[in-house]
């Protein structure tokens, strides 16, 4: 897949693309990064990228001619590459939205400075906007790391075979269940016992419990969102029973700390 980022920045990529994964990834000719300077596109002596608002008030605006130059720079390298605006109005991205977008042939990322973009060219030179967030980046490079790094996890190949992506959080609308790993015994706590035990069948489903309970804690809301299916089921009713029990265990001895609520 072929990524181009369009930024005043080009060396906030250079770390992105010498590290783990996204480097492996770029050795492999899985994906490529070219990183375009906006200010190699403009035509003014002093090569200005940002301008003041027309209507006045605070912040610079991104001037729409380097940036249009960017783009079509970028989409003579591929001409069937997507043109996406970093913005913090954009869809927001999530694994879902990743899924989507690997399986495109290029993106051409917009990174936003200052208070944005000139309009016309979000409107006559976008395919579509995404946010990362409900939160205000001060430029869209950021963004653009975060979305290349999940796709290219992604792709066939850039992960090794025993980190797989289809196990990670949100690919079946469940967080992952809880790693452990060396030493045994750290500040006295050890993994549970299960972990340890080499029976692969019990540690399935020992990850698969710990996988659904997570996320009943911590995003009900990813389950609510979808049917469940019958193992999911079954293990949700054991503990619904499991605290039924406790709470029963509790009020019918009378020592509970609610023992005189009614
Ligand atoms: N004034 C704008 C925010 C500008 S922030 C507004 O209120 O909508 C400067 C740049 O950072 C943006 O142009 C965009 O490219 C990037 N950016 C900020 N927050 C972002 C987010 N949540 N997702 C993606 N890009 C973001």
Redesign the pocket.
């Known amino acids: 897949m072929k990524f181009f980022a369009l930024t005043i920045f080009p060396d906030l990529f250079s770390s992105f693309m010498t590290h783990g994964i996204v480097r492996r990834a770029i050795e492999r000719h899985i994906i490529s990064l070219n990183t375009i300077n906006v200010r190699d596109y403009t035509t003014d002596k002093h090569q200005v990228t940002d301008d003041r608002p027309y209507g006045g008030g605070s912040?610079m605006v991104?001037k729409p001619e380097p940036l249009a130059g960017a783009i079509r720079a970028a989409k003579e390298a591929d001409p069937t590459a997507a043109t996406v605006?970093?913005?913090?109005?954009?869809r927001v991205?999530n694994q879902q939205r990743a899924r989507e977008l690997a399986a495109l042939s290029g993106l051409i990322f917009?990174?936003?400075?200052?208070?944005?973009?000139d309009e016309r060219v979000c409107k006559h030179y976008v395919d579509f906007d995404?946010?990362?967030?409900?939160?205000?980046?001060?430029?869209?490079e950021?963004?653009a790391m975060s979305i290349i790094d999940a796709l290219t996890r992604l792709l066939p190949g850039a992960l090794g075979g025993e980190d797989a992506a289809e196990k990670d959080s949100f690919s079946n609308d469940l967080l992952e269940h809880a790693h452990y790993t060396r030493p045994r015994r750290f500040e006295g706590v050890e993994p549970p016992a299960v972990l340890l035990s080499g029976h692969h069948k019990e540690i399935e489903d020992w990850r698969f419990e710990s996988a659904l309970i997570r996320t009943v804690l911590n995003r009900k809301d990813l389950l609510e969102n979808r049917l469940l299916n019958r193992r999911e089921i079954d293990i949700l009713r054991k503990w619904c029973a499991d605290i039924e029990r406790i709470v029963r265990a509790q009020s019918s001895s009378g020592t509970g700390p609610f023992s005189g609520d009614q």
């Open positions: 912040g991104m605006l970093l913005t913090p109005q954009g991205f917009i990174c936003g400075r200052y208070e944005g973009v995404i946010s990362i967030g409900d939160f205000v980046l001060t430029g869209g950021l963004a």
